[in-house]
C-alpha cells in the first residue's frame, strides 16, 4: 500500500512539475528507481512461482505414476526427458536467482524476459512430455 502510494505521488508530481524542470527530473529519476525495484520485486516473485510450477508438474507425475516397476520404456524415456529438461532449466533459474543485488536491479527487465522464457520452455517440456507418451 505505501509502495503503491509513493508511486502513485511521483506520477503526479512528475506530471505537475513541468514549471520546474530540475524537479521534473529529480522526480523522473526517483520514479525510475521505484519503478525498477518493483520489477526486481516482481522478479523474485516470479522465481518462486517457478519453483511452484515444477512442484505441480512433479506433483502431477507421481499422482500418474503410482508404480514405477509398471513403467513401460517410452514412458521412461519420456520422464527422463522432462527431468533432463527440468533441471537444465532449474540450473538457469539459478544463476539469474543468484545474482547480486546490483545486477538485479540493472537487469530487472532482461531478467523480467529470462523469467518468462524459463516458464514458457516449462511448459513446452511438460506439453512434449504429454505427447510423447500418446
Given at each position: 500500500m505505501v509502495r503503491d502510494a509513493l508511486l502513485l505521488n511521483l506520477e503526479a508530481l512528475a506530471q505537475s512539475a513541468d514549471a520546474f524542470p530540475p524537479l521534473k527530473s529529480a522526480v523522473g529519476g526517483l520514479l525510475f528507481i521505484a519503478r525498477q525495484?518493483?520489477?526486481?520485486?516482481?522478479?523474485?516473485?516470479?522465481?518462486?512461482?517457478?519453483?511452484a510450477r515444477i512442484d505441480s508438474v512433479a506433483a502431477s507425475l507421481v499422482r500418474a505414476v503410482p508404480d514405477v516397476t509398471m513403467l513401460s520404456s517410452v514412458a521412461r524415456i519420456a520422464i527422463h526427458a522432462l527431468m533432463e529438461d527440468i533441471h537444465s532449466l532449474c540450473a538457469e533459474v539459478e544463476v539469474v536467482a543468484s545474482?547480486?543485488?546490483?545486477?538485479?536491479?540493472?537487469?530487472?527487465?532482461?531478467?523480467?524476459?529470462r523469467?518468462?522464457?524459463?516458464?514458457?520452455r516449462l511448459d513446452e517440456a511438460h506439453?512434449?512430455?504429454?505427447?510423447?507418451l500418446m
Open positions: 525495484l518493483e520489477l526486481v520485486s516482481s522478479n523474485k516473485a516470479a522465481i518462486l512461482e517457478f519453483y545474482e547480486r543485488p546490483l545486477l538485479r536491479f540493472i537487469r530487472a527487465q532482461q531478467t523480467r524476459g523469467l518468462e522464457g524459463f516458464t514458457r506439453a512434449s512430455f504429454i505427447v510423447s
